[in-house]
């Protein structure tokens, strides 16, 4: 049976009473989510001058990550499909206002009230089709649509994600540009199958300045960006895909593409986890005109 | 529940056009203390919709929030009213109870202090 709790049981079943003690009680994922919650707070950029916000805690659970908002200091309402996660809050007596609701129906907020959002590790539930009735294409425009009006112009939404695979983030993506959020992909720890860590940073208006998206966080601190300029396979980089930054031009020279062309973009692909023929003497290998 | 997560929720069942403000139907209602924020209080007001706001805090047996949406200014100078604003805001809970849809009159029941606003299929 696969490993992901997404393909086992919908979520207000997977989590289930002795679940949601399970989850709640491991240090390490506590541990874990903390630093998750952390993260995600650091790139929603709140102005750095001591005033609690009013945020959205989106698939909050038992309040591992609202407890984080909470040491920062801020208000905060969270969301959650599973009875259970939300009755394991209770007993922890979490700041946070809780709501039973499911994400992927919209969230019922007023226009341009909520200061800012996160949601750590729950958003990919919503491209499982978990009832007949479930269409996740439009789960996520629901769910994206809402986020997009409930938020202050200029606020920022910031989603750690699990995507099963790249078509999974890119769909995800996909919903959050068409609600008409800018923003992109933040990774941190790129190359590290455990520590690597998927955030979508969004932000509520029109492109500009203040939507670029921030670097991600590599072993070496360094960062640099997921198009072809992106650099040393060797180094533990971070990437960044960024859609309201004009695409780079392919620099193609006058013999087209070369042998080392397509060897890096093979590579690239690679890197993604994409299958890839491997590199043999026939690899883009000239063809005869009359082939 | 307290007042300020009632004053920004609104039924989205599909085809309601106005689900705001929910009616607030009061079982029982607790009290929790919390420490004051002025910083908070000045940010959250320009987003509280006021008549909805007075209107809850009665419903929730609280009678000291005038019906008129107060100046801003007294955001600054009065800690009377910034005391009186915090407690209704933030330190009343609705424990029991529900919040009903203005447009539809459906019920989302509040159990232990959490409304439960998930939607039928049809309401979707
Ligand atoms: C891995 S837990 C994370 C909980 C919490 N954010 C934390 O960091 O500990 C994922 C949560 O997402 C919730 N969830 C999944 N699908 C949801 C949906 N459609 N609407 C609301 N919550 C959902 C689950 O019930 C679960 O509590």
């Known amino acids: ?136 294409r439009l789960r996520l425009k629901a769910f994206f649509g809402s986020l997009y009006r409930c938020l202050a112009r200029g606020a920022r939404a910031v989603l750690q994600v699990y995507p099963e695979n790249l078509a999974q983030r890119e769909l995800i993506l996909s919903y959050a540009m068409r609600a008409g959020f800018a923003g992109g992909v933040v990774v941190d720890f790129p190359h590290s199958t455990k520590r690597r860590k998927e955030y979508l940073v969004l932000t509520c208006g029109p492109p500009s300045l203040s939507t670029a998206v921030p670097g991600g966080k590599g072993e070496d601190g360094e960062s640099c960006s997921d198009d072809e300029s992106s650099g040393d396979e060797e180094n533990q980089t971070v990437s960044i895909s960024d859609r309201h930054r004009p695409r780079k031009k392919q620099k193609i020279n006058k013999k087209g593409k070369d042998r080392g062309w397509v060897l890096k973009k093979k590579e690239q692909m690679r890197r993604k986890g994409n299958v890839v023929p491997p590199d043999t003497k026939y690899t883009a290998r000239k063809r005869k005109a009359r082939f | 529940m307290r007042l300020l997560t009632h004053n920004m929720l609104s039924c989205n069942i599909k085809g309601v056009t106005n689900g705001f403000p929910l009616r607030i139907e009061a ?23 006021w008549k909805a706001f007075s209107d809850a805090s009665r419903i929730m047996g609280y009678h000291e929030l005038p019906e008129e949406p107060p100046e801003p200014s007294v955001l600054e100078s009065d800690a009377e009213f910034l005391g009186k604003f915090h407690h209704a805001l933030l330190e009343l809970h609705l424990e029991e109870g529900a919040l009903i849809c203005p447009e539809t009159g459906r019920k989302f029941p509040v159990s232990k202090g959490i409304p439960n606003m998930l939607l039928l299929e049809d309401e979707v």
Request: aromatic share 4%.
């Open chain 1, 1 to 136: 049976m696969s490993s992901r709790p997404e393909l086992q049981a919908p979520p207000e079943i997977f989590y289930d009473d002795s679940e949601a003690r399970k989850y709640t009680s491991s240090s390490r994922i506590a541990e874990i989510q903390a630093k998750l919650s952390e993260r995600a707070l650091e790139l929603l950029a709140l102005p750095d001058d001591g005033v609690p916000r009013l945020l959205l805690d989106i698939g909050c659970g038992s309040g591992l990550s609202g407890e984080t908002i909470t040491e920062n200091g801020h208000q905060w309402i969270g969301l959650d499909i599973s009875p259970s996660m939300l009755n394991v809050a209770l007993q922890n007596e979490v700041e946070g206002d809780l709501l039973l609701g499911d994400m992927g129906q919209g969230l019922g907020l007023r226009p341009g009230v909520i200061d800012g959002a996160i949601s750590i590790s729950a958003v990919q539930w919503l491209c499982n089709a978990d009832k007949s009735s479930h269409e996740p």
């Open chain 2, 27 to 49: 079982e029982k209602v607790v009290e929790k203390q919390l420490e004051i924020n002025h910083d908070f209080l000045r940010n959250i007001f320009p987003k509280i919709d």
